[in-house]
């Protein structure tokens, strides 16, 4: 039989006692700090209640007038940010891609219009000083220059005024010999073939032009269209030799075109006042562009999209 007063029994019963009264404690303990801290949380709420509204009252406003103005001083700030990161990638885009010409004149018809709205590859041949925006002089000639193709239609800087943007098709390249005779074109004594199309016709601002449509085909095999439309002194030229580093070019409405054949006024074209090169139509209208009310009837829709050195 087990002996109930054994001393492990007695050790046993001393630990369960001893472990009560701590528990017993503990309880006691939590039950004081409890208090304790609800005791505080109750004087905070009534000093609050009677010191903090004036305070609050006060601090309140400044608090909403702080977050306000600094809401204002961060929606300033983004938007300034968006507008100088727009205008960077807007000269990015302009300088170094695309940008936009509005066709003036009619020197280039049947091709391009009056009205018509192109962009310009800016990279087709390389980045001269004209190539960023106010024409800053930040190096001289080109870099990453690549050679025209003779046939491209080109924007280039007029060389007599190099704020005026031109557009022509470029004829004659470095070391060639031009030369119109009765209105056919001679390229290094071998004659440009020129064939007759159809007339052409058109109502520009209330007045009625009309041509001799030809199509021409280069030495390299591109074809495009001219007109002709009377004789004019610009028919038969002398033989204009192209200096090195320099371009001949032509508007496509040959008797109606300021180009190189005057050579006086326009003359040969600088490499480095190559722009770019045309490559799409993306608007054409016959009215003022700001007229928009006249779109519907006079935009060009079959023009949108039309490719120009093709």
């Known amino acids: 039989m087990t002996n109930n007063n ?4 007695k050790n046993f019963v001393n630990k369960k006692l001893i ?4 528990n017993l404690e503990n309880q006691k303990l939590l039950k004081i700090i409890q208090k304790f801290f609800k005791k505080i949380a109750n004087f905070n709420s009534h000093r609050t209640s009677k010191i903090l509204p004036k305070i609050t ?9 702080d977050l306000k103005n600094k809401k204002t001083s961060e929606e300033k700030n983004s938007f300034f940010s968006t507008l100088i990161f727009a205008i960077i990638c807007a000269g990015i885009i302009r300088s170094f891609l695309f940008e936009p010409f509005h066709i003036p004149s009619g020197s280039m018809k049947p091709n391009l219009l009056i009205g018509d709205y192109v962009f310009v590859k800016k990279y087709a041949y390389g980045f ?3 190539s960023l925006p106010f024409s800053f002089n930040f190096f001289s000639g080109r870099i990453f220059s690549k050679t025209p193709k003779r046939g491209d239609v080109v924007v280039f800087r007029y060389p007599a005024n190099p704020n005026i943007n031109y557009i022509k098709r470029l004829i004659g390249l470095p070391n060639d010999r031009i030369q119109v005779r009765f209105g056919k074109l001679y390229i290094n004594e071998k004659l440009v ?3 007759f199309v159809d007339e052409f016709g058109e109502v520009q601002d209330g007045q009625i032009f009309n041509a001799d449509r030809f199509i021409e085909t280069l030495p390299e095999g591109k074809k495009f269209m001219t ?4 004789n004019t002194a610009q028919d038969n030229t002398g033989i204009f030799e192209v200096p ?3 371009y001949f070019v032509m508007g496509d409405n040959r008797d109606n075109s300021q180009d190189s054949r005057f050579i006086d006024q326009v003359g040969y074209i600088p490499e480095e006042n190559l722009v770019g090169k045309a490559t799409i139509i993306f608007f054409s209208n016959k009215q003022s562009f700001w007229k928009f009310w006249l779109w519907p009837s006079s935009i060009r829709f079959e023009r949108i999209f039309k490719n120009i050195n093709d």
């Not at 472990?19 to 701590?22: D, L, S």
């Not at 007109?227 to 009377?230: E, N, W």
């Open 6 to 9: 054994s001393p492990n029994n």
């Open 19 to 22: 472990q009560f009264k701590k």
């Open 57 to 65: 009252s006060k601090n309140s406003n400044k608090t909403a007038n």
């Open 128 to 130: 001269s000083r004209y």
């Open 193 to 195: 073939e020129k064939n």
């Open 227 to 230: 007109l002709d439309t009377t």
């Open 244 to 246: 090195e580093g320099h």
